[in-house]
Every structure is written in C-alpha cells, then in structure tokens.
C-alpha cells in the first residue's frame, strides 16, 4: 500500500527510501534490512535512509527484551544450569551495538543525525504540529518531527528525491503540513516500497553495462562524428586560428575503446564518455607556420588520434543507432613530455579510465623500487583480474614498461625524442620524451593509452566467448 502526500512522483528520480520507526512492530527484523542494503548496493543508486533517534527508538525497545533476558538467564544459572548471564547494558549501549550491526550492512546505509533538529522538534512538540499529538494527556512527537526533519533536509541540501517508508498517519499530517504537495511519496509497506523503488530506478550496473556495449561499438558512433575542439599536437603550427576551417574525416572501422567513465543514467537518458584511437584525416592545415592567410593548404593523416567522445543515448532505447554524440575532442598526441617521469605518470593516469582499475596509481609512489637499471613489479588489480606491469630503468630516466594480462601483452618504451639545444642567449628547445608502443604493431603518439587498448580488447574477446558459449548451449 501506499499513500501520496503531494502528486504522485516520476519514481525513475528516486534516490533514497527513508525508514520510519514503526515499519517494524517493535524492533528492527535485521535481515529485512540486510536484504534492503544488498540490493540497494547491488542497484548502485538506491540509498537507504535511517536517523539516529530511530535507531535510539529501536534500542530502547530491544532493550527491554535484554532486561528480560538477563532476569531468565540468572534464574537458569541460579537452578545451577549452565548457561552464561550476558553483562549488564543500558538502552544507550544496546542503541549503539545496533548502530554499529546496521551501519555494518553495506555503504548503501546512511545514518542521518538530527542534532540540528532537536529545537524545531522539540517545538514541534510543544506545539502540538506536525507529527506531535497527546497521549494522556502527555505530548509526544518530538523524536518523529527530528527524524522526519532530517529526512526533509537530506534531501534539499543534495537535491535528492526520496520516498519516506513509514505506518504513522502522523507522518503524512506532518509532511502535508510542513511541505504541502511537496512532500515526499510515503508507502505504508516497506515490501511495496521495495518494489516500486527497485523496479522504476534504473540501475548503475545496468546503465554501464549498456554504456560499455555501446562504446565498443565505435564504428557506429563516431560514423560522420563532428570534432568541435581540439589540441593539434605537433601539427599545431599548421592549424589556422579558425579551428572551424579544419575539416575532420573519422576512419570509424579502425577505432579501437581505450577509455570509459562519467557514464549516468536517469529517467531521460544515459550518457557517458568514451575514449577511442582511431585514423583522423585533417583537411585545411596550412602549408608552414607562416602561410597564415594564404589559401593553400594541405593534408594530414593522424593514424592514433585520441578521440573523447560524449555520448547520449535516449530512454528506452539500447540500439547505437539511436545514440547521440554530443560533442567530440580530438588530441592529435606526439607532442612528447619534458621528462620521463611525466611520460609514466601519463600511462598511469590513462589506466584510471579503465573501468575497474580499483588501485591509485600516483607515479614514483605505485612502484617498489625505482633504482636505475633494475626492473621493479606493480600489480594493478582490474575487475578482479591482475594486470602485471613491470618497469626496467628507472622513473627519472629512460624506461621500459611491459604489460600482462592474460594472455594479452604490450610493452611501451619511453626514450628521447629530441636532444634539445640551447643558444648563448639562454633560448632553445629543451630535451623532450615520446613513448613508442610494441605489440601486434609499433606506433606513438597516444601510445601511453596502449595497455588501455589491450584491456578493452581483451574485454571484447572475454564477452565475444561469453555470448558463444550462450548460442551453443542453447536449444
């Protein structure tokens, strides 16, 4: 059952369900709450609200049945059986055990405090409004005006909505009161809310499993893709002032997924972005650096352009077809790093646009041991699978890094690019590094996105085994 207090709500929005004193008879049954937690975290969007006071509430009345215990187990014990008296504990003491159990139960489960609440409620109170009434002739209701509260400013301050799971008629009085038709949806049963909740809000499991089979389909989405912006790399010197008069012919065959994150899904769509190298061909750069204003032009093929590619696909919808890049950067790379250093910490941070890449990688601090001409080990854990990176020379010179996983391999090596000079008046070009990729093929320029490629494509072949395996078990 449930009960509206205002219109009733687009539920897809929801992000939290609120927990009410009373949804349970006396006590909290803690594996309903487990159950909630789990699938709330497995769902990923889904927060389950509780106040401190509620859970005071719980205690209070779970400390009864302790005090009944204690009064059993010392008559058993007095008969001489053997049994052990647990040790005294107040209602403070069994409140805070039963914080510590359902705080335990998963990070889905927040525990608002209403200390900021305490004089509105008490108000409430003595005034007699909102949830507050007389109980013969003594006014009760400060405890649920808090929590309510709480709940009230949760939301606001996050700009969350969220449903209240509550049996008190006093809630909706206090609710239509205080906030009128916008107030919260309240359900009376924590089953139905369950229910309602889990099957109307889309998931985060749900909205990166479609993102990431979209992504790879980059021959799909990046077909006529328009390039808004973007850094030219070394033909930066060639690219007139207008970027707009630079024309962009995307190989979308050749686009290999080397990055995937921000993905989000609401009642409208789901968007992400996605990372690819793919041949760009640029029409309309300038014959020399000083041929500005003159027409003629020229031609350039970047064969691993890196592409960051802002997708939209609309509600309902699971088809690329349908998708929508809504804007499109391009970095043409080889424009090389100042120090070796900088090079490594490049593949490191490119790493972290690997889904499931679960360890930080921060430069000189992620490998063991940074001694010149010796080989050190990192294992970076990837959605649960190791990805071996070993490095021969050292951080702060040239290197050499080679990558496993699985079966899959890469190495990059990072040497110098240029030799640098410098005039007698202190002018020049200082020493810079470039990284060169070694697998089925050698190339630079973006090549510190080489293990990312690995990884995608590894991915690719793991989920193209999967679906085979589903065809040939089928009937």
């Known amino acids: 059952m449930e009960t509206a207090v205002g219109s009733d709500p687009n539920f897809s929005r929801v992000a939290a369900i609120a927990l009410d004193t009373n949804i349970f008879a006396e006590a909290p049954g803690i594996e309903t709450l487990r159950s909630l937690c789990s ?90 409004e909102g949830p507050a009434k007389r109980k013969s002739e003594v006014k009760t209701g400060a405890a649920d005006s808090a929590h309510l509260r709480a709940y009230i400013h949760e939301g606001r301050s996050r700009e969350l909505e969220y449903v209240v799971v509550s049996a008190d008629k006093d809630t909706r009085t206090a609710y239509q009161q205080w906030l009128g038709a916008e107030g919260p949806h309240i359900f009376n049963d924590l089953r139905r809310a369950t229910e309602k909740i889990f099957g109307s809000v889309p998931s985060d499991a749900d909205g990166f499993n479609l993102a990431l089979r979209l992504a790879y389909q980059g021959d799909v989405l990046l077909s006529d893709v328009t390039i808004s912006e973007g850094q030219m790399g070394e033909w930066a010197d060639l690219a007139p002032d207008d970027f707009s008069s630079l024309s962009f012919d995307v190989d979308a065959a050749s686009a290999k997924l080397v990055g995937l994150n921000q993905t ?39 064969p691993k352009a890196l592409l960051r590619a802002d997708i939209s696909l609309p509600a309902g919808s699971t088809s690329a077809e349908d998708a929508l890049v809504t804007n499109c950067y391009l970095d043409a790379g080889g424009s090389g790093w100042s120090e070796q250093s900088d090079a490594l910490d490049s593949v490191m941070d490119a790493l972290t646009l690997v889904p499931g890449v679960t360890v930080e990688l921060d ?94 494509e590894a991915r690719r072949a793991e989920l193209a085994g999967s679906a085979k395996s589903v065809e040939d078990e089928a009937p």
Request: charged share 20%; net charge negative; glycine share 8%.
């Open 39 to 128: 699938r709330a975290d497995k769902h990923g969007r889904i927060e389950i609200w509780i106040t401190d006071t509620v859970i005071w509430e719980w205690g209070q009345h779970l400390h009864a049945h302790y005090v009944t215990l204690r009064a059993a187990t010392r008559r058993l014990h007095s008969a001489g059986l053997s049994v052990d008296v647990p040790d005294e504990k107040t209602a403070k003491d069994i409140a805070l055990d039963l914080r510590g159990v359902i705080t335990s139960l998963g990070p889905s489960i927040h525990v608002l405090s209403t200390a900021d609440f305490a004089h509105e409620a008490l108000r409430d109170q003595i005034l007699l």
């Open 264 to 302: 989000k899904q609401d009642a409208t769509a789901l968007t992400f972005r996605a990372f690819y190298l793919a041949e760009v061909r640029i029409a309309g750069l300038l014959e020399s650096p000083w041929s500005r204003g003159n027409t003629r032009t020229q031609e350039a093929t970047l």
């Open 363 to 456: 430069g000189l601090a992620s490998w063991p041991e940074q001694r010149r001409n010796q080989s050190s080990n990192l294992v970076v854990d990837v959605a649960g699978n190791p990805l071996d990176l070993t490095i021969y020379g050292s951080y702060f010179g040239n290197w050499e890094l080679t990558a496993s996983y699985g079966d899959w391999k890469v190495m990059l090596k990072c040497d110098a690019l240029g030799v640098g000079y410098t005039d007698s008046e202190g002018d020049g070009i200082p020493e810079y590094y470039d990284i060169t990729a070694f697998g089925s093929e050698a190339w630079s320029g973006n090549a510190e996105f080489a293990i990312n490629e690995m990884l995608f």
